[in-house]
């Protein structure tokens, strides 16, 4: 008889603990920046963690960590997020998703357990949109959706993110080869922290995400006029950072009557920065949310028709650079089944939600059937260092991670589960 396949909970929460130690930032939460020398060598942790689950790694020339169990002759399920961290965040946001598809290849390895589909265990390069550049890189480029344009973006140190891969291990000449063939695989799952209070405060210990959201960024260059702080009439001023701060709290308010579901400016940069000097330039970011492409739309000329009249009003310069646009995805319901029956032969309590958070699967599900789990976020905190998950549902949102890839692995079989819309 074939052995339960049962995740080692230790041998989970251990990995993401050492995982936890590559930060740039001792004591100050983790900071792992898309292809910094920490990111790469947690990258090369992880690849030795999966040489010992049996899986043969390579990094892409996207810099994305791949794993694949050997011999694979038929079809496909893929597993991961991210190992690249906000500046100051958490351990768990992308690593644990990494970490728990190595742990269902390293469970399936000890079990002796094969399953019709081989496992591809990801580690996609620049999630977060490391130092300024637009996220999702790697998730990208394995739907072959980086071009020479993002490949030649250069973020806030001056370096464009085609040297930062190349730097990392990457090669972007060859980026068009890091793209999946859809036909190969039927399924990405990707399992995270919900990042946001829903599951915490039900006290439901495994979330089955229905859709994720879509974000619109926006760059802003308010250009003002700096002059003396203590000669210039009020008058007279041309600020800069008054501008951008009356942009702000009307950015705030939009979703008070439902333009979007949540608007954030979380980056601003004063020019010259200085107490005595009227401020001359700011540049401002921003970004909008919702499950809605069309609201995202709305808020686009929404944010145009605001910008306009703030600057027509305070005699400012506005240029305004639209960013990324990563859509709101439904996930596949077939996958969502499946999390939902795994949940349930484990007796786990489960609940139904869509996520907050961008994730690496909603680029996925451009080609892919892909679905999502969620485990609690202890008081709804991430991309902070408060972030924190209680152990036990860290071990059992791995379980029926594996448990889910082989309910749909003993349903599937060969056939396929048709891409998701
Ligand atoms: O910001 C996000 O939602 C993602 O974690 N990058
Ligand atoms: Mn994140
Ligand atoms: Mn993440």
């Not at 405060?201 to 879509?214: K, W, Y």
């Not at 921003?286 to 069309?294: G, I, L, Q, T």
């Not at 600057?311 to 506005?318: F, H, M, P, W």
Request: aromatic share 4%; proline share 5%.
């Amino acid at each position: 008889m074939t052995p339960p396949v049962v995740v080692d909970g230790e041998r989970l929460l251990w990995r993401l603990d050492e995982l936890a130690r590559l930060t740039a930032t001792p004591g100050e939460g983790v900071t792992r920046e898309a292809w910094s020398r920490v990111d790469v060598e947690a990258r090369d942790r992880v690849a030795g963690w999966m040489r010992d689950a049996g899986l043969h790694p390579i990094v892409d020339p996207a810099a994305n960590l791949i794993g694949r169990s050997p011999g694979v002759v038929g079809r496909w399920f893929a597993s991961g997020s991210h190992l690249d961290t906000v500046v100051h965040g958490g351990h768990l946001d992308g690593a644990y998703g990494v970490v728990a598809a190595l742990e269902a290849a390293s469970a399936l390895h000890d079990a002796g357990h094969t399953m019709d589909h081989g496992l591809l265990v990801a580690a996609f390069a620049n999630e977060e949109g490391a130092r300024g550049t637009a996220g999702m890189t790697g998730s990208y480029a394995c739907v072959g959706g980086v071009s020479d344009a993002a490949l030649d973006e250069v973020d806030d140190e001056g370096v464009t993110v085609r040297d930062r891969i190349a730097g990392a291990g990457g090669d972007p000449g060859r980026i068009a080869e890091a793209r999946w063939d859809p036909a190969d695989i039927d399924a990405f799952v990707e399992l995270h922290i919900e990042q946001g209070p829903v599951l915490a405060d039900a006290e439901v210990g495994i979330g089955v995400v229905t859709g994720i959201t879509g974000r619109q960024a926006l760059d802003l260059r308010i250009a003002g006029a700096a002059n003396h702080a203590g000669t210039t009439p009020m008058r007279l001023r041309r600020d800069a950072l008054a501008a951008a701060a009356e942009i702000v709290l009307a950015v705030e308010a939009m979703p008070a009557d439902g333009a979007v579901r949540v608007a954030t400016c979380g980056f601003v940069d004063a020019v010259p920065n200085v107490r005595n000097v009227v401020p001359g330039l700011v540049h401002l970011g921003v970004e909008v949310r919702d499950e809605s492409a069309a609201a995202l739309d709305a808020a686009v000329a929404r944010l145009d028709a605001l910008l306009t009249e703030v600057a027509a009003r305070r005699g400012v310069g506005i240029d305004r650079t639209w960013g990324q646009r990563v859509p709101p995805r439904d996930v596949a319901p077939a996958v969502a089944d499946g999390v939902r029956r795994a949940a349930a032969v484990r007796g786990l309590a489960h609940l139904d939600l869509p996520s907050g958070a961008g994730h690496d699967a909603q680029v996925l599900a451009d080609a892919l059937p892909m679905g999502m789990i969620f485990v609690p976020s202890t008081s709804g905190v991430s991309h902070a260092p408060g972030e924190h998950t209680e152990p036990a549902d860290l071990v059992s949102g791995a379980q029926v991670l594996v448990d889910t890839l082989l309910d749909l692995d003993a349903r599937l079989g060969r056939a396929g589960l048709g891409v998701a819309s």
